[in-house]
């Protein structure tokens, strides 16, 4: 089955540091996704794109779903240590199937 | 408070004792779907449902099965579970599905085959 690239895998950042994450797809999704699993729980819903070229913002979260559709890119600024955990792009495409990225996980350092 | 709710959270049990993982959604979804999560691989998606006795294979299907008698259930059956089946599993629910602001998941259930 499909998966989304996502990277970095991993970051360790300090308090107070902006994010960049990405993910990029060999297919065309009409909708991305934006999760934040944390230790113990399942994903929760950050932000959804639902068109190519949109930028969508929820408190220190930005995300952008790219022109070519195959890619977007979520950014976090001023990181707190609350934003540590792991977090998945996902692209919704036919039949409402959400194809998953391998998760990028953050740390946060004091 | 919408929920999905998922038992058990944890279970160990040893190959080919079959066993189910309950699903229920109190939002009166039409969409329902399970994923297996692993290290390194993220989440993927092992079937799932349109609506009320409407199935579908997703990405890894295999040793796996699903019924959807009911539109709140979605039971996740493994007939003869397998080491490689050791997991965590999540089942999720869409409200909207085209729209990505109506998506739930579940709290997840370890799974431990031994």
């Known amino acids: 089955g499909q998966q989304l690239n996502q990277s970095p895998q991993s970051m360790f950042i300090q308090e107070g540091e902006d994010v960049s994450m990405n993910c990029t797809s060999s297919?065309?999704?009409?909708?991305w996704l934006w999760y934040k699993q944390d230790p113990g729980e399942g994903p929760v819903l950050l932000i959804a794109?639902?068109?190519?070229?949109e930028l969508t913002s929820n408190g220190r979260l930005t995300a952008q779903f790219g022109i070519t559709r195959k890619d977007s890119f979520l950014n976090i600024s001023a990181s707190i240590p609350s934003d540590v955990g792991i977090y998945f792009c996902?692209?919704?495409?036919?039949?409402?199937?959400?194809?998953f990225g391998t998760g990028t996980r953050l740390q946060v350092t004091l | 408070e919408a929920q999905v709710t998922q038992n058990p959270r944890y279970l160990i049990t040893v190959t080919g004792k079959k066993l189910t993982v309950t699903c229920s959604q109190n939002?009166?979804?039409?969409?329902m779907s399970w994923y297996r999560q692993d290290p390194g691989l993220g989440l993927r998606q092992i079937y799932y449902?349109?609506?009320?006795?409407?199935?579908d294979k997703g990405d890894v299907p295999e040793g796996y099965k699903v019924s959807r008698k009911e539109k709140r259930n979605f039971p996740l059956i493994l007939e003869s579970p397998s080491p490689n089946q050791t997991s965590l599993y999540f089942c999720a629910s869409i409200g909207r599905p085209r729209a990505g602001d109506e998506q739930y998941f579940g709290p997840g259930t370890r799974l431990t085959v031994t």
């Open positions: 449902s349109m609506n009320v006795e409407v199935t």
């Open positions: 297919s065309i999704f009409n909708t």
């Open positions: 996902a692209g919704l495409g036919t039949a409402s199937k959400l194809t």
């Open positions: 939002m009166n979804h039409e969409y």
């Open positions: 794109l639902y068109k190519a070229g």
